[in-house]
């Protein structure tokens, strides 16, 4: 699998199909989904199918990346960036293990995403979004230098849009 970056404790590569089972499970928890709008996959299966057509690194170059631990090859949650056809952004998100929060991985992730973002794919903004009530992530992307831009509706929920524009 084709890695993309590396920060001091992870590398990201690109999904695959052998991640279902993780990308199932991550996206099984109610804790993980609560600030998404997102629904939970149906099974393994449908999980499998979801990455089998998921083809943004061939279109765009990028996309969302599995997140793993140098140290010992876990699958840690994903990270990357998302272009959004109809509002010609692109967009910053992350989603972890809850037993790997509150230790930096989002934060370190989000920020060499975004680096990686401005310098080897040339973006010129970069934007994040984020329940308003979810403040870990929205300090995560403060961490990664993104700036507060407005309030959004974001899954019929009150939100928040953040930007970063390359200097």
Same mark, same amino acid.
């Given at each position: 699998?084709?890695? &993309?970056?590396?920060?001091?404790?992870? /590398?990201?590569?690109?999904?695959?199909?052998?991640?279902?089972?993780?990308?199932?499970?991550?996206?099984?928890?109610?804790? =993980?989904?609560?600030?998404?709008?997102?629904?939970?996959?149906?099974?393994?299966?449908?999980?499998?199918?979801?990455?089998?057509?998921?083809?943004? /690194?061939?279109?765009?170059? /990028?996309?969302?990346?599995? =997140? &793993?631990?140098?140290?010992?090859?876990?699958?840690?949650?994903?990270?990357?960036?998302?272009?959004?056809?109809?509002?010609?952004? =692109?967009?910053?998100?992350?989603?972890?293990?809850?037993?790997?929060?509150?230790?930096?991985?989002?934060?370190?992730?989000?920020?060499?995403?975004?680096? /990686?973002?401005?310098?080897?794919?040339?973006?010129?903004? &970069? =934007?994040?979004?984020?329940?308003?009530?979810?403040?870990?992530?929205?300090?995560?992307?403060?961490?990664?230098?993104?700036?507060?831009?407005?309030? &959004?509706?974001?899954?019929?929920?009150?939100?928040?849009?953040?930007?970063?524009?390359?200097?």
């Amino acid at each position: 699998m084709k890695k &993309i970056l590396e920060t001091s404790r992870t /590398y990201l590569r690109e999904l695959s199909t052998d991640d279902a089972e993780n990308f199932f499970l991550l996206n099984s928890d109610k804790d =993980v989904l609560k600030y998404t709008g997102d629904k939970p996959f149906e099974s393994i299966l449908k999980t499998k199918e979801f990455l089998k057509n998921y083809n943004p /690194y061939q279109e765009f170059g /990028y996309g969302r990346w599995a =997140v &793993i631990d140098k140290s010992n090859n876990e699958f840690l949650g994903w990270c990357g960036l998302k272009f959004t056809r109809e509002l010609n952004e =692109v967009d910053l998100g992350f989603r972890f293990f809850k037993k790997h929060w509150n230790k930096g991985y989002a934060s370190e992730t989000a920020k060499a995403c975004v680096d /990686y973002g401005f310098e080897k794919l040339n973006l010129t903004k &970069i =934007v994040g979004r984020a329940m308003k009530e979810n403040s870990a992530s929205i300090k995560v992307l403060e961490k990664a230098g993104m700036q507060f831009v407005d309030i &959004i509706d974001f899954e019929k929920h009150e939100g928040v849009l953040y930007q970063l524009k390359k200097q």
